[in-house]
């Protein structure tokens, strides 16, 4: 299993404002992802995080709004530019286990924009 | 990846066993069956995953058909920390796709 944690865990943000988000995780790990949990509803994918290369998008999500770096195998983070109340979720890293489906989550960080 | 299918909510007692079944009717040959417990404020916690017929370990039990177009996940005499969202999943390797999951309130 894999350990991951996220910083901030929680955090409100003025509208037009960016929020970096950062996962660590204690083992090294070739993909890394991130996924957004709008209140009431289930996890969408946001993107993929290879190190060493850029992120891989889900439709819907464009590079310019959610920047991700992925500096080496342990670590990434997020960022949720130019803030606007629409963006208030729950943001979730994730990565993947040896099981095929099997994935582990940090706890999240929860962005509220005011 | 498969589309899945799963009641929104479920109710239940202290001490009852509850069974949550999932439909996945376009399942792959590669595909497992997996699922995910959410509490409230937490990132999914992985539960069990199967392939075939039926699979145990210490928090639920996974029953499989043959045709494999549902799973059934079983938990034995759930108490009130087992209130949560359950989520079915299938796919083989990579990316997840969570479908809506299923709501369990576990009232005394």
């Known amino acids: 299993s894999a350990v991951i944690s996220q910083k901030p865990s929680r955090d409100i943000c003025q509208r037009g404002t960016s929020l970096t988000i950062q996962c660590q995780v204690d083992s090294q790990v070739t993909m890394m992802f991130w996924y957004r949990q709008q209140p009431g509803q289930s996890l969408t994918l946001i993107a993929t995080?290879?190190?060493?290369?850029?992120?891989?998008?889900e439709s819907g999500f464009v590079i310019d709004k959610f920047p991700i770096s992925r500096p080496n195998l342990t670590f990434s983070t997020l960022t949720v530019s130019n803030m606007s109340p629409e963006d208030s979720s729950i943001y979730l890293c994730s990565v993947g286990g040896d099981r095929a489906t099997e994935a582990f989550f940090g706890q999240g960080t929860r962005l509220t924009v005011v | 990846l498969a589309k899945t299918t799963q009641p929104i909510s479920m109710d239940s007692y202290e001490g009852q066993e509850v069974n949550i079944t999932c439909s996945h009717n376009n399942i792959a040959t590669n595909d497992y069956i997996t699922w995910y417990q959410q509490f409230p404020s937490q990132g999914p916690r992985f539960i069990i995953q199967?392939?075939?017929t039926k699979v145990t370990n210490e928090v639920a039990s996974l029953f499989i058909p043959a045709d494999r177009k549902s799973s059934t996940l079983s938990l034995p005499r759930v108490s009130l920390s087992d209130t949560a969202v359950y989520y079915c999943?299938?796919?083989?390797?990579?990316?997840?796709?969570f479908g809506k999951g299923t709501m369990l309130l576990v009232s005394p």
């Open positions: 999943l299938v796919g083989d390797y990579g990316t997840l796709t």
């Open positions: 199967g392939y075939k």
């Open positions: 995080a290879n190190q060493g290369s850029e992120a891989t998008y």
